[in-house]
């Protein structure tokens, strides 16, 4: 029988380490968490659609996609049925060119290819936190367990069912970015320069460009941390040269043809909505009942008495997304901090890795 508390005691070393039979196994189960935690997405019926008031908006690309396809064999490069039209492909919400997503759109269409495809990013990323946890040393109870907290994260879901699923699908792709950032700052092996570029460029391809700041800030933070800059340096530029190689298919078009690219659709004062969980942290800065949206919660002071705050706030499954995105309960972080003193199993092993874990 294998040792499962044994990998963690081991130098961070990557050379050493083979795939075991006891893996497949460990991935077995977790494809099977996986669909069982999708399961209400797969309801292939016409009349179940994804959640969401954007949806329709966003996955739409893969409809047009879809309908050209089918009509004509090919997809189309244009899109008519948006505002004054604009391109298909050449586009910053389009997932197009990742096929993680538009392969079940161009199958099926959007609205069984959306369900299709929350399933497939629901199993990236919980393999994603799988191979985070080995290439950081974790056992098998580690790593299953960073795999079952990615695909359990809460802001992953909310995307899905507000409908933001550009937002949503990006997701999948940190902890491949992550595990690839680590690989390469401890070891000269090429797949590890190669994942970390074909994640970046999955990111890319995903339809969205909120993700992809947040990221980078963290691998810049990975490697400041590391400190021997030199040899990781150099790594990092191979890194930046592949991923906007890859990417340059879809990055020059989107710069060459963004005059035609629409914008947002408009929306009444979008981004101020407010639910209940966020008072504590975001009261201080609101001021103005103007800033407020009519139709979503809102947190707004009383004309007669400035020092009042009336809230309305939504049913639980309409305000979720918004508590899930951007508040992190304070409980939350004390269970992520407050057993690190108690590790004392692990005390010679903890030093080796102490920037990647205050990172």
């Known amino acids: ?69 089918q009509d004509t064999g090919v997809i189309p490069l244009w899109n008519p049925y948006y ?21 079940p759109h161009l199958l099926f269409g959007a609205t069984q290819g959306t369900k299709l495809s929350i399933t497939i990013h629901a199993i990236i990323v919980a393999i ?32 899905f069912e507000a409908g933001y699923y550009q937002l949503a699908t990006q997701q999948a792709y940190f902890p491949w970015v992550i595990a690839g950032t680590i690989a390469f700052i401890k070891s000269s092996q090429r797949w590890a320069i190669v994942l970390t570029a074909v994640s970046l460029m999955l990111m890319f391809f995903a339809g969205n460009l909120w993700h992809l700041l947040p990221i980078v800030i963290s691998i810049a933070v990975l490697i400041l941390l590391h400190g021997k800059y030199r040899e990781v340096l150099k790594r990092l530029f191979c890194v930046m040269m592949l991923t906007l190689g890859l990417c340059a298919v879809l990055l020059l078009s989107i710069i060459a043809n963004f005059g035609f690219i629409e914008a947002h659709p408009d929306e009444i004062r979008a981004g101020w909505e407010l639910v209940e969980p966020n008072l504590a942290y975001l009261l201080p800065f609101i001021s103005a009942r103007e800033f407020a949206s009519d139709e979503l919660s809102y947190i707004v002071r009383a004309r007669h008495d400035e020092t009042q705050t009336t809230l309305t706030t939504l049913p639980p499954h309409q305000s979720l997304h918004f508590y899930y995105s951007y ?12 057993p690190l003193p108690f590790m004392r199993r692990y005390r010679d092993t903890l030093p080796q890795n102490r920037m990647i874990w205050l990172a």
Do not use: C
């Open 1 to 69: 029988m294998p040792n499962f508390l044994s990998d963690f005691n081991q130098p961070f070393d990557l050379m050493p380490r083979k795939f075991r039979s006891y893996h497949l196994l460990e991935i077995i189960f977790i494809l099977l968490m996986s669909v069982f935690v999708s399961r209400h997405q797969l309801n292939f019926t016409p009349e179940m659609r994804v959640r969401g008031k954007e949806v329709e908006w966003l996955t739409g690309i893969g409809q047009v996609a879809h309908q050209g396809l």
């Open 83 to 103: 505002r004054q039209g604009e391109p298909l492909i050449d586009n910053a919400f389009s997932y197009i060119l990742n096929p993680f997503s538009s392969i």
């Open 128 to 159: 994603g936190g799988w191979f985070l946890g080995w290439v950081l040393g974790l056992s098998t109870i580690g790593r299953l367990t960073l795999a079952l907290l990615l695909l359990g994260k809460g802001n992953m879901h909310a995307n």
């Open 327 to 338: 508040v992190s309960p304070w409980w939350f972080v004390l269970l992520i901090i407050l």
